[in-house]
Structure formats: C-alpha cells, structure tokens
C-alpha cells in the first residue's frame, strides 16, 4: 500500500545529542511536511518542502534543520536537542501545492534523557 | 495569521447517538476545511474535508458543513461507535496557486462513546 512511512517509532537521545529522524512515502507526492506535536496539542508546522525548495517556518527554532535528497525521502535533524524538544513529530505529504489533502505517518516519539 | 477555535476540548455520547464538533477560522481567504482523526500513538487521518464553494458534504456516518459568512464549520456524527473514540482536529488552509497549502490546526476534541 502506498503510504507514508517513519522510522524509527520510538527515538531516544541524550541532551545536546544530535539526533534525526528521517521519513520516507511511496506516494509520490510533490510536498512534504514536517510537524512538531506535543501531548494534547495539535500539530505545529515546523517546516515543507514543495520538490526541492525549502520553506521554513517564522518561529521554528535554529535548532531544527531538513533535508529532502529525493523525491521520497525527507529527513528531521535535530542539532543540540533541549528538554523542550520532546515531542511526536509527524511527517506528512500533499500530492501538489494546490492539493490541500495532507497525509500523515505515524510519527516518531522522541524523548530525551 | 489564521486562527481557528475548536468546541468542545471532550465530548462523551453514549453509543448510538450523534456528536457534533465545531469550528470557526479568522481568515476570509480559508478556502479548504479537512478534518482529522488521530487515534492513540497514530498520526492524524483525514476523515473528510470540504472547499469553500461547497455548504455540505456527507460520507457515511460523518458530515461537514461549512458557513462561510460565519466562518465556522462542524463535523456531525451519526450513529456513534466505540471505535469512532479519538481525538478530531479541524483545519483551515488557504489553497492558491502560489504557495504550498499548509494547515492551521484546532485546539482538538477529545471524543469517547461509551457502551
């Protein structure tokens, strides 16, 4: 089945270790979404890509870099994780900039020691 | 920016009976509304969504309906299930021809159906 695949599920690291989360999709999809979702909130939209051009978003922190090498892949990386930083981050794609339907992998839980 | 208010943060219905979950958005310019289910240690599922040149649109149990002059929109419910148990979230998002859409989440509702 076509989908949106995050690896691993569960993450751990220490503080200030960096670490990444990567994310891969068998859709084929033109964009590709990385969301930081902490414990009874809602996604927040960290940052996208639409192909290769990145968008960041205003308020997400320098600690928080991407890189998408193909069409398939996208990956988080985390540089100096702080305590704060523990989160599900979910990956998500849209078939094209006009699409509007996003869909979404199951996240990866990150905690930090 | 937008912002997009959710009511209520927990609904409980007993199985069988409908349950109603509603949304309002800032932005005139919203033109796209999806809703999502995220079921426990899973990421958000799209369950339905609706444009802004439609008022209704209906899939099985689930609903949404869309008042643009108001600025809010609901998902509606029937025949609740226990596994219709998650947490919904509604979106708004501007989709043009110039930019990636992106979503402007709610706050969620925390829906259980107790048997």
Redesign the interface.
Same mark, same amino acid.
């Given at each position: 089945d076509a989908m949106?695949i995050?690896n691993p599920r569960y993450q751990v690291t220490q503080f200030g270790k960096p670490v990444t989360l990567s994310c891969s999709q068998t859709l084929n999809h033109n964009?590709m979404?990385w969301y930081q979702q902490k414990s009874?909130?809602?996604?927040k939209?960290l940052f996208?890509y639409?192909d290769k051009d990145f968008?960041n978003e205003a308020d997400t922190p320098d600690n928080f870099q991407s890189r998408r090498p193909n069409t398939s892949f996208c990956f988080l990386d985390i540089r100096s994780p702080g305590l704060g930083d523990a989160a599900m981050y979910?990956c998500?794609t849209?078939r094209h900039?006009?699409?509007?339907?996003?869909?979404? =992998?199951?996240?990866t839980r990150l905690s930090i020691l | 920016g937008e912002n997009v208010e959710q009511h209520p943060s927990t609904l409980s219905v007993q199985e069988g009976d409908s349950a109603v979950i509603k949304c309002t958005y800032s932005d005139s310019a919203s033109n796209?509304f999806?809703w999502?289910k995220q079921e426990l =240690?899973? =990421?958000?599922?799209?369950i339905i969504?609706i444009?802004s040149n439609v008022g209704e649109k209906k899939d099985q149990r689930i609903a949404v309906t869309l008042n643009k002059t108001a600025k809010h929109f609901s998902l509606h419910i029937t025949e609740t299930q226990p596994e219709d148990s998650a947490v919904y979230?509604c979106a708004a998002?501007i989709?043009?021809?110039g930019?990636?859409?992106?979503?402007t989440?709610?706050? =969620?509702t925390r829906l259980q159906v107790t048997l």
């Open positions: 949106v995050q964009v979404y009874s909130q809602a996604p939209l996208h639409y968008n979910l998500a849209s900039r006009t699409a509007g339907a996003q869909h979404f =992998g199951d996240g | 796209y999806p999502y =240690g899973k =990421g958000p599922q799209l969504d444009r979230f998002s989709i043009n021809t930019t990636a859409s992106k979503l989440f709610g706050t =969620g």
